[in-house]
């Protein structure tokens, strides 16, 4: 069974900080995407990265999959208030059946 | 419509009633999920369409869980016997037919089940 373990579960800062939420395993994923969602919502695509190494960049938000694909990481610069919300990586299996399974979360309160 | 929507947005039910969540994709997205979500935690995988393919149902967690899907359309989740650990939300989600790692879900806004 592939999982996926994100880090930390629950993060509190202030308006301004940086942060890094982690995913990892010890199985390979052919792709790997990690949504925001909000309360009384659903998740909503960020982005998509597919090739070991890659580095994907969305105004403050830096996304990279490691060399091997088995972990990702997502770094948020000069963190706001509206970046407040519950990060979620997900990941397609080497055998690419199109099922994305998900990791647990993180919970980002950013206070002002 | 733009967007996947389900329904209802929110179900109380009595415990050992059953339950039926509609979820209506994207038009033109051939594959569909279902999820559980508990509170504040991830997306629990539960079933699987992809077309005309016998869907995946490798997620479902008991026999009381079963879900159907018309075509390339309306897929309903159906929860018998309903117990107060089914209590959670349910996502369903679309994404566009090709290769599915490099397409991101589209998700609805969900059915918040609360068994009482």
């Known amino acids: 069974t592939q999982l996926l373990e994100q880090s930390p579960q629950f993060l509190s800062i202030q308006e301004g900080e940086n942060l890094t939420v982690y995913c990892n395993s010890s199985s390979v994923f052919s792709s790997l995407q990690w949504y925001r969602q909000e309360p009384g919502e659903g998740p909503v695509l960020l982005v998509t990265?597919?090739?070991?190494?890659e580095v994907k960049k969305l105004k403050r938000l830096t996304f990279q999959f490691g060399d091997a694909r088995k972990d990702s990481s997502l770094h948020i610069t000069a963190a706001q208030p509206g970046d407040t919300g519950l990060y979620l990586c997900a990941g397609h299996g080497s055998s690419n059946t199109g099922k994305l399974i998900f990791g647990q979360g993180t919970t980002l309160q950013v206070k002002p | 419509g733009a967007g996947v929507s389900q329904s209802p947005s929110n179900k109380v039910t009595e415990k050992g009633k059953d339950v039926e969540l509609r979820c209506d994709p994207i038009s033109g997205h051939t594959a569909l999920y279902w999820y559980r979500q508990r509170l504040g935690q991830g997306l629990e995988f539960l079933i699987y369409f992809q077309g005309n393919s016998a869907p995946d149902k490798s997620g479902l967690p008991s026999d009381r869980f079963s879900a159907e899907r018309t075509g390339e359309s309306v897929s309903t989740l159906t929860i018998q016997r309903t117990q107060q650990e089914d209590s959670a939300v349910y996502l369903c989600a679309s994404r566009p037919p090709g290769t599915g790692g490099r397409y991101g879900y589209t998700f609805g806004s969900g059915t918040r089940l609360t068994v009482v």
């Open positions: 990265v597919v090739t070991g190494g």
